[in-house]
């Protein structure tokens, strides 16, 4: 892989970023803080979306940052003339960089970028899993972008099992994050508890991501049953096919009103300062946002070693690291429910390290720099 070389200004560049949709999920958090990182350089941005129906909750969040949003629909099944018509698109706005994230997008994204003359970029968030047909694909699409781009060491080494792209073309790039809008907030935490009729003196455990059987709150709720409390209490934020299943398994617990199931939130940074604790219970995981945002907010992290989590969680000193395993989960959120002077004090040392390692403005400078390397109008100096 090779290192990224740093080019400190850049002349106004047309770049567009294509998603899967405008849902609340860690790719379209990355787009999102992303484009504002890259408008702040005075760079021109579009995001698509190749999702039908509505827009999605992150497209209200696009248009309040001032960034351009357009949707075109994917049919069902192979859309054969999707690229065509995201070329057409790419040409009305006369793209310079296509930046394409996941899979979907790189399947349509990377021949239509082709297709007008742009620097095709892909980023992979996570491991993908797909059948045969479909990672073929995903293969025939990668050969034609300039840059395959892993979040993580872990990503990169599943491209690389995966023969994702072609090794010359892999590069590394964490994510970053505007981690401004996350801090421990004492009010905050006091009016969430009161709205969710928590007491001030309950140890709470709060868990926030799509629920599916990847993020595996299932096993959460399991590895929590024995303890939960009048003040032990679970907090769920997030919505998905797991939810129904969830459910079930909360509702056939001794006191279910000890877990609170929010659904999907859009003001997870008012949350997060209600939670004593973070816990990621996930099968799969790239390298997901959410941990630094519970970070920044002063929280310690109980999460399974799986994927980039490992990259993120410094083992003893800012959580806690554990197998995909209801019983080592259990453990280790007992051990910090005991401890609470310890878990203060890794969660202040969570906080300066998401501070000082998960940038927003570190993620934007790398991308720029790549960028530059296939893009003349990114390549070209300002001054």
Known sequence: ???????????????????????????ERVALDLSIGLRARGHDLTVISLAGGDDGPLAEEFAAAGIATVTIGRRDGLDPLLTARLALQLRRLRADVVHTHNPVPLIYGAPAARLVGAAAIHT??????????????????????????????????????????????????????????????????????????????????????RMDEFKNQVMLVRAMSGSLSRRHRLVIVGDGPARPAVEALVAGLAEPGYVHLLGRRMD??????????????????????????????????????????????????????????????????????????????????????????????????????LYARFAPAVARKVG
């Open 1 to 27: 892989m090779a290192a990224l070389a740093a080019v400190p200004r850049y002349h106004v560049a047309v770049i567009v970023q294509v998603l899967s949709s405008f849902g609340v999920g860690g790719q």
């Open 124 to 209: 992979k968030h996570g491991r993908n899993p797909g059948g045969r047909a479909h990672l073929l694909l995903r293969q025939q699409a990668a050969r034609l972008v300039h840059a395959f781009v892993a979040v993580s060491g872990v990503t990169a080494a599943q491209a690389r099992e995966q023969q994702d792209c072609a090794p010359g073309k892999l590069h590394v790039i964490p994510n970053g994050i505007r981690l401004e809008r996350f801090t421990p907030d004492a009010r905050a935490r006091a009016a969430v508890r009161a709205e969710l009729g928590i007491p001030d003196d309950a140890w709470v455990v709060g868990t926030v991501g």
């Open 268 to 369: 997870v940074d008012r949350l997060m300062p209600a939670f004593d604790v973070f816990a990621l219970p996930s099968r799969s995981e790239g390298l997901p946002l959410v941990l630094p945002e519970a970070m920044a907010s002063g929280l310690p992290v109980v999460a399974t070693e799986v994927g980039g989590v490992p990259a993120v969680i410094d083992e003893g000193a800012t959580g806690l690291l554990v197998p995909v395993d209801e019983v080592a989960l259990a453990d280790a959120l007992g051990q910090l429910a005991t401890d609470p002077a310890r878990a203060r004090s890794m969660g202040k040392r969570a906080r300066i390290a998401a501070l000082s390692r998960f940038s927003a403005t570190r993620m934007v400078d790398d991308y720029l720099s």
